[in-house]
């Protein structure tokens, strides 16, 4: 097989885990280990199950998965690397059907990490570009990887934000996965497309914003406050 085969366009999710230095500082190691390792448990379900789902074998309420992440080789796998405070997401390929999966896995990862006793709260990017994802070596680089980070390191709120690279395969994929919106960054409120992880799921959303504020003070309650913002637009836009 020729090694460039690993390199070509697709779709690539930056998350970030809110709060990580605080957890590290106020958690042992053990704890913090196996409060990861559970996470990383549930991304790889959600991954396996969001592909069967999409492959016809499980049904749609179907909330049970074996850990399994696709391989690098089939149709559709959804590539994880998962570092420190750090969770990437690699699509196979640059279809509509690749867009959508891992926009799903995206949002259905931030869901569950807001409903869990602890709550983690993630913000991230998705970009699209050319990329080598080779998993063997964990050697992942390309362009659409830094844009995703960059963005993400300027969202000021518990979101995906979709950076333009992106923004033609979002227009043209015509889901109501994605809402047209100010976004709160760095720079201030500048419109932009975000996935609607919340979509659905409005009151339990909701539910794990007031957990996550009982847990922190100053700054970091502002991500709160404008995720609320965020999610009050998207209702009253579809009245």
């Given at each position: 097989m020729d090694k460039y085969v690993q390199t070509r366009n697709r779709f690539v999710v930056f998350l970030d885990i809110m709060g990580f230095k605080d957890r590290v500082a106020r958690n042992s190691a053990e704890t913090l280990y196996d409060e990861l390792t559970e996470f990383n448990k549930d991304i790889t379900n959600i991954i396996n199950e969001v592909q069967q789902i999409k492959m016809g074998e499980l049904p749609k309420d179907n909330s049970s998965g074996n850990g399994v992440i696709k391989s690098e080789t089939e149709n559709n796998g959804?590539?994880?690397?998962?570092?420190?405070?750090?969770?990437?997401?690699?699509?196979?390929?640059?279809?509509?059907?690749?867009?959508?999966?891992?926009?799903?896995?995206?949002?259905?990862i931030i869901k569950t990490a807001i409903h869990r006793n602890r709550p983690i709260p993630l913000?991230?990017?998705?970009?699209?570009?050319?990329?080598?994802?080779?998993?063997?070596?964990?050697l992942f680089f390309g362009q659409a990887l830094i844009d995703a980070y960059l963005l993400e390191e300027n969202v000021q709120y518990y979101g995906i934000?979709?950076?333009h690279t992106a923004e033609q395969s979002i227009l043209d994929s015509k889901s109501d996965l994605f809402h047209n919106v100010k976004v709160p960054?760095?720079?201030?409120?500048?419109?932009?497309?975000?996935?609607?992880?919340y979509k659905d799921y409005?009151?339990?959303?909701?539910?794990?914003?007031?957990?996550?504020?009982?847990?922190?003070?100053?700054?970091?309650?502002?991500?709160?406050?404008?995720?609320?913002?965020?999610?009050?637009?998207?209702?009253?836009?579809?009245?």
């Open positions: 959804i590539m994880l690397a998962q570092f420190s405070d750090s969770i990437v997401l690699f699509s196979q390929n640059d279809s509509k059907e690749d867009l959508l999966v891992i926009c799903d896995v995206a949002a259905k913000k991230g990017a998705l970009a699209e570009g050319i990329i080598t994802c080779d998993m063997s070596k964990q934000v979709v950076h960054l760095k720079s201030g409120n500048i419109e932009h497309y975000e996935v609607v992880w409005v009151d339990e959303a909701r539910k794990g914003l007031e957990r996550i504020r009982l847990s922190v003070s100053d700054s970091p309650r502002k991500y709160i406050d404008n995720t609320k913002m965020i999610i009050n637009t998207f209702i009253a836009n579809q009245k």
